[in-house]
């Protein structure tokens, strides 16, 4: 078992930025390849970035790419979603996310073993 905590969701203004962190425990971190996803009101949820092991490769979604950067730091068990000009339709539960297998920088949330309990993030206009 892998238990992932998401922290740093807030509220932010318009073109705002925010940081948000997941902890994981339980498991070897490393071994897993880590996603971000969101869930606004009403509809599915977006993949939004993966990362895979070491970090070398990150994937985006159209949406957020030159805004949002993922990262992660094996030696604390985290990563990160950086997230600069935010815009309103960026206003969602952010939830990240764990898979062992490579396929899960694909973005498809099936690709994916162990979820958070999600945070909330809300831009104003």
């Known amino acids: 078992q892998v238990q992932l905590v998401e922290s740093g969701g807030g509220l932010v203004q318009a073109g705002g930025s925010l940081r948000l962190s997941c902890v994981a425990s339980g498991r070897t971190f490393s071994n897993y390849y880590m996603g971000w996803f969101r869930q606004a009101p009403g509809k599915e949820r977006e993949f939004v970035a993966a990362?895979?092991?070491?970090?070398?490769?990150?994937y985006f979604t159209d949406s957020v790419k030159g805004r949002f950067t993922i990262s992660r730091d094996n030696a604390k068990n985290t990563v990160y979603l950086q997230m600069n000009s935010l815009k309103p339709e960026d206003t969602a539960v952010y939830y990240c996310?764990?898979?062992?297998?490579?396929?899960?920088?694909?973005?498809?949330?099936?690709?994916?073993?162990?979820w958070g309990q999600g945070t909330q993030v809300t831009v104003s206009s």
């Open positions: 990362i895979t092991l070491s970090g070398g490769s990150r």
């Open positions: 996310a764990a898979g062992l297998r490579l396929t899960a920088v694909r973005g498809r949330p099936n690709d994916y073993d162990y």
